[in-house]
């Protein structure tokens, strides 16, 4: 499967502790993205690498998220001191810069923070 | 402030009958406009997608159609069927320059369930 995967795809924690999820984009793709789905929303933009480079982080980034993609690869997102409210889907999603219009979507990996 | 908003919410059809989802949106400067198909518990996939200068785009038994003059689209599903049952979310990009990411802004969703 050449797709994006993501890695767990179901997480539960208890509230205060730290936990991390993986992304592997499409092989190709130079650009990902992560993004945070809660129940009856939309997803909604968390952060944006190109190659290596972190070029955008939205204002839901709080200081308790932190995502790499160390090189160019396959990216992690951290999430320390967990909250009730950061229980959510947190979606992957990569794309080519030759076609910046579509972006092709991971399974998601479900947090629930107990 | 960028907005999408889909309706309706929800929506139950009988298999193989027709339907038809709406978006309106107030997102600029426009770029595109996509349709995604998510399943429970998975990733959305996207069905169209569509530049200001495209009317209309179809995907098999999707269509979608787009009136960047008064900010509306519309996805059609022609004979529905049991597997179509999902949450079908309108997604509009703004205009980026560069290495720029344009920005997804999404709608919340309409939940289609397809009964037999």
């Known amino acids: 499967d050449t797709g994006v995967s993501q890695d767990p795809r179901h997480k539960i924690t208890k509230r205060g502790q730290n936990v991390t999820f993986r992304c592997d984009p499409i092989?190709?793709?130079?650009?990902l993205y992560w993004y945070r789905q809660t129940l009856g929303q939309g997803p909604e933009f968390l952060t944006y690498?190109?190659?290596?480079?972190?070029?955008?982080k939205s204002r839901l980034l709080s200081d308790r998220f932190s995502a790499e993609r160390p090189k160019g690869s396959f990216s992690t997102l951290e999430i320390q001191r967990t909250e009730q409210g950061d229980s959510a889907m947190y979606l992957c999603?990569?794309?080519?810069?030759?076609?910046?219009?579509?972006?092709?979507f991971g399974p998601g990996t479900r947090l629930t923070v107990t | 402030k960028n907005q999408v908003e889909q309706s309706p919410q929800s929506l139950i059809i009988l298999e193989g009958k027709n339907c038809t989802l709406q978006?309106?949106?107030?997102?600029?400067?426009?770029?595109?406009l996509r349709w995604y198909k998510q399943d429970t518990g998975r990733g959305p996939v996207s069905l169209t997608i569509?530049?200001?200068?495209?009317n209309t785009k179809s995907n098999g038994r999707y269509t979608a159609t787009l009136d960047a003059d008064t900010k509306q689209s519309s996805l059609h599903i022609t004979a529905s069927q049991l597997s179509d049952s999902a949450s079908y979310i309108c997604?509009?990009?703004?205009?980026?320059?560069?290495?720029?990411?344009?920005?997804?802004?999404f709608g919340q969703g309409t939940i289609l369930t397809v009964h037999p």
């Open positions: 999603a990569s794309s080519s810069s030759g076609n910046r219009y579509e972006q092709y």
């Open positions: 092989s190709e793709h130079n650009r």
């Open positions: 690498f190109q190659n290596e480079a972190q070029l955008e």
């Open positions: 978006c309106n949106y107030t997102v600029s400067p426009f770029s595109n």
């Open positions: 569509m530049t200001f200068s495209e």
């Open positions: 997604v509009v990009s703004v205009h980026a320059g560069g290495t720029s990411y344009g920005k997804l802004t």
